[in-house]
C-alpha cells in the first residue's frame, strides 16, 4: 500500500510570507509528483509536477523534490489570501498500478492579510 | 478544450432511492476515476478505468455502488440503495495513459441523502 504524507497543518501564514508544504511518500519507485490546490467546495486543481531532483519553478511556487529522501515540498512565495485553499500531494502509481495518483490528506493553508 | 463533465452538480435524496452520478471524460483520455470526498476520510479512490475497463473496484465501498463505462466518453457511478453514510462529494478525473500524466478533475456532486 503506497503511502503519502503531508504535514497535518492547518498552516497559517500572514500575507507577503513564504508557505511550505510538505510530503512524503513510501514507494521509491515513485517517479511523477503533482501538487494539487483546492479551493473550498471546489474540485482538486494541478498547479504543479515535478518529475526529477532538484527544484521547479513556476511564477510564485517552487516545486522540490528529493527522491532518496522520497520527500516533495512546494515553496510559495510572497502568499496571497488568494493562496489560501488546501493543498493535496499525489505521487504516481507503476507497474500494475500505473496511470492511478495516490493522494495525501492536504494540507489547508490560510493566509491572512 | 472542455474539461471533464459531471452531472448532476448537486443531488438531494432520500435514504433508500437510487443515484446515479454521470460523467464525460476529457476527450482522448485513457483513464478515468471516481473518488469520494469526506472531511473524515479525505479523497477516497472508489474505482478506475482504462479503455473502458474496469482496473481496480477495491475502493468501493460495498455492493451497494456500482460504476460502468459504456463507452469512451461516458461513466456512471450508482448507488442502490442510497444511505446517509453515503453523503459526500463524488469527483470524476481522467488522464492520459503515459506515465507521468496528471488527472484532471471535473466539478464535483454534491450529494446528500437524507
Known amino acids: 500500500q503506497k503511502e503519502v504524507e503531508q504535514n497535518s497543518g492547518p498552516l497559517s501564514v500572514p500575507e507577503g510570507a513564504i508557505a511550505s508544504l510538505n510530503c512524503t511518500y513510501s514507494?521509491?519507485?515513485?517517479?511523477?509528483f503533482f501538487w494539487y490546490r483546492q479551493y473550498s467546495g471546489k474540485s482538486p486543481e494541478l498547479i504543479m509536477s515535478?518529475?526529477?531532483?532538484g527544484d521547479k519553478e513556476d511564477g510564485r511556487f517552487t516545486a522540490q523534490l528529493n527522491k532518496a529522501s522520497q520527500y516533495v515540498s512546494l515553496l510559495i512565495r510572497d502568499s496571497q489570501p488568494s493562496d489560501s485553499a488546501t493543498y493535496l500531494c499525489a505521487v504516481n502509481g507503476r507497474g500494475s498500478t500505473l496511470g492511478r495518483l495516490y493522494f495525501g490528506r492536504g494540507t489547508q493553508l490560510t493566509v491572512w492579510p | 478544450d472542455a474539461g471533464v463533465i459531471q452531472s448532476p452538480r448537486h443531488e438531494v435524496t432520500e435514504m433508500g432511492q437510487e443515484v446515479t452520478l454521470r460523467c464525460k471524460p476529457i476527450s482522448g483520455h485513457d483513464y478515468l476515476f471516481w473518488y469520494r470526498q469526506t472531511m473524515m476520510r479525505g479523497l477516497e479512490l472508489l474505482i478506475y478505468?482504462?479503455?473502458?475497463?474496469?482496473?481496480?473496484d477495491s475502493g468501493m465501498p460495498e455492493d451497494r455502488f456500482s460504476a460502468k463505462m459504456p463507452n469512451a466518453s461516458f461513466s456512471t457511478l450508482k448507488i442502490q440503495p442510497s444511505e446517509p453514510r453515503d453523503s459526500a462529494v463524488y469527483f470524476c478525473a481522467s488522464s492520459l495513459a503515459s506515465e507521468g500524466q496528471p488527472q484532471h478533475f471535473g466539478d464535483g456532486t454534491r450529494l446528500s441523502i437524507l
Open positions: 478505468f482504462n479503455n473502458n475497463v474496469p482496473i481496480d
Open positions: 514507494d521509491r519507485v515513485s517517479q511523477s
Open positions: 515535478i518529475y526529477s531532483n
